[in-house]
């Protein structure tokens, strides 16, 4: 019983492919979230959703585009892909609302690579 | 906004030492800081976390501490094991946003 699934968990690509990665999470959570982890480990964040509304933004390149259909899925789009774009992509939830005052649960990750 | 540093970047230790992990915010309003390991290929798991109305927490072999003055706090493993070996990450909210420091790569040498 997987809480946060992403799926694909890999991912190899041409630059000025488009692809999406999917996540979906059973924990009943409010809040979803995409992180980026880049070849340095960093873990720096991209979107969060509060109930399917969109509260955090950082600045990301227009050609990625998140999607949540309901407050169980947080789908992640990219236009156009650029070599710089590859990266591990973790998707994670938490159970609270706007506030980061809680346990984070993260997916398995997608190692999208961008040839 | 918030602006997390960990030091050291990477640790190596010999088995059944200790390994101490720092980390310093810049936002003083932050009142929430997790730690998350990750081992090679894994997701990141929360390990420990302490609020700002606490300035230690233990956990058998891990503690954290916390000094809301000075804006640090610090990741302490003791009696380390193999299977310490990961990556850790500090992390400061400050109720908006949850911020990561760079990481430490940690090895436990047998």
């Known amino acids: 019983d997987t809480a946060v699934s992403q799926t694909p968990k890999y991912l190899v690509t041409q630059m000025g492919n488009d692809k999406s990665i999917k996540c979906e999470q059973n924990?009943?959570?409010?809040?979803m979230y995409w992180y980026k982890q880049d070849s340095k480990k960093f873990l720096k964040i991209m979107f969060s959703?509060?109930?399917?509304?969109?509260?955090i933004n950082e600045t990301v390149p227009n050609r990625f585009s998140p999607k949540s259909p309901d407050k169980a899925h947080l789908n992640l789009h990219i236009n156009s892909l650029e070599l710089g774009d590859s990266a591990v992509y973790f998707c994670?939830?938490?159970?609270?609302?706007?506030?980061?005052?809680?346990?984070?649960?993260f997916g398995e990750g997608s190692r999208l690579t961008v040839l | 906004g918030e602006n997390v540093e960990q030091h050291p970047s990477t640790l190596s230790v010999q088995e059944g030492d200790s390994a101490v992990i720092k980390c310093t915010y810049s936002d003083s309003a932050s009142n929430y800081f997790p730690w998350y390991k990750q081992e090679l290929g894994k997701r990141p798991q929360l390990i420990i976390d302490i609020r700002s109305n606490v300035g230690e927490k233990k956990d058998q072999r891990i503690a954290v501490t916390l000094n809301k003055t000075a804006k640090h706090f610090s990741l302490h493993i003791t009696e380390t094991q193999p299977e310490d070996s990961a990556v850790y990450f500090c992390?400061?909210?400050?109720?908006?946003?949850?911020?990561f420091g760079a990481g430490t790569t940690v090895t436990v040498r047998a």
């Open positions: 959703y509060n109930n399917k509304e969109l509260i």
């Open positions: 994670a939830s938490s159970p609270h609302a706007a506030s980061n005052t809680g346990e984070l649960f």
């Open positions: 924990l009943g959570h409010d809040t």
């Open positions: 992390a400061a909210s400050n109720d908006y946003k949850l911020s």
